[in-house]
């Protein structure tokens, strides 16, 4: 680090007439802001290269800050120290895939998200109070979505695959699965979608309703509220399940305000929830007879679809231990081939955790979960300590949907969908740049 520090001072003390007397740097902060925005509103309609390849350039613009403007430093936490770890030893499965051609493209996925990442921390280090408009952004995308997916739904529109196991279900029962305008388009990669990007808009409801601008915080408690019945709505069953830890997550967090004063308005309210959610799941036969199959266990056919998938994953990730077989889900579904079922072809291993042991070997898998482990408990030892009300309600925001995202990872891998990504490292670097500036 002292290294790349030292290199760094250097190129600044080189650049700084050039700095001083360039329009184009002098203004670089604009630009880059503007590119990271682009991100998240091309998210909703782009393809995944077009989504990447902003994110690109945000991350050159980024590099050139660094290297030209003086006093701009690189540091490095702990939870990072994991990250760094993870990413190094993903570097050697690379090099060791016998598939490398293939994998070097999953690797390039993975060094722009992360590359993102840090281009985003860099960024936020002075200028914290782009954070809300930064989450105002993705609360737009996602409000859009939850408007289009909600009108989808009274189109009846046609499924573009088979999305659900009809063959034990009367007509009524059948639920319209909407999937938005995002690409390529899948219920599921929206439930994701909003499993991520959810808590941001009851987020910013919560942040300016402390900010007393009472009007801007009931349009986007509207927001989120659309939205949470649209995600119920893409007939994901695994947000459905991220969507429980959004709701226990929010919950938990404001009984540090409300559970000593208002202790029965808390419980209050906790009780109309779940009342709410018992009444619709009786009356709509749609949605309980979707929320019922994820109990089936083999008598559904996605469900079963799943455990042969897993247990393929398994047998893959035993013979590949160590580095795994190298990043990327073309590599994935290459050797993949060699232990399925017949019949049962799959794109990934439908769980995050597995997913990454099969690509990049066990020790992998140990850094992603000591990153996210340290990233969370930095997070909550901050909500319980802080006194500052609005920075606490931005953290929650953004750690309760780093947690959804990776329970909805459990039984699903559109994790692994730019649009998804995005929207999760960016929370992370927001969590870093609260926590630690």
Known sequence: MTMFSDLIQFTQSKCEYLYKNSLFLQNIDKLIFASIIAVFL???????????????????LNFVKILTKQDEKLDCKTFELWLLAYFMIVIISLAGSTLFHLSLKGFFKTFTYL??????????????????FILGTIGVCISFEAVVGFLQNFAHVDEISTWQDVSKLNPEEVMTRVYGTLKPYNPNLLGGYFVAGIPAIYGLAAYYFADKKFKVSFVWLFGALLSTVTLFLTGCRGSYIGMMVILVGMFAVSAKYLWQ???????????????????????VSSLRARVLSIFAMRQDSSNSF????????????????????????????????????????ALS????????????GVFALIAFVGFLITLIKNAVNYILKSTDIKSVIIVSACIISVCAVCVHGFVDTVFFRPQIQFVFWTMVAIIRTIIFY
Do not use: C
């Open 42 to 60: 091309s998210s909703a309609v782009m393809s995944s290269d077009v989504i990447g390849f902003i994110a690109l350039i945000a991350v050159f």
């Open 115 to 132: 590359a993102f990442y840090a281009s985003l921390v860099q960024y936020l280090k002075n200028n914290k109070h782009k954070i809300p």
């Open 261 to 283: 004063n208002y202790k029965q308005i808390y419980l209050s309210a906790a009780g109309a929830v779940i009342l709410f959610a018992t009444i619709v799941l009786m009356f």
């Open 306 to 345: 799943r455990f042969n998938v897993y247990n393929s994953s398994l047998q893959m990730f035993k013979d590949n231990w160590l580095l795994g077989i190298g990043v990327g889900n073309q590599n994935f579904r290459e050797i993949y081939g060699i232990y399925m079922k017949t019949g049962f072809d």
């Open 349 to 360: 291993a439908y769980n995050i955790f597995l997913e990454i042991a099969v690509e990049s």
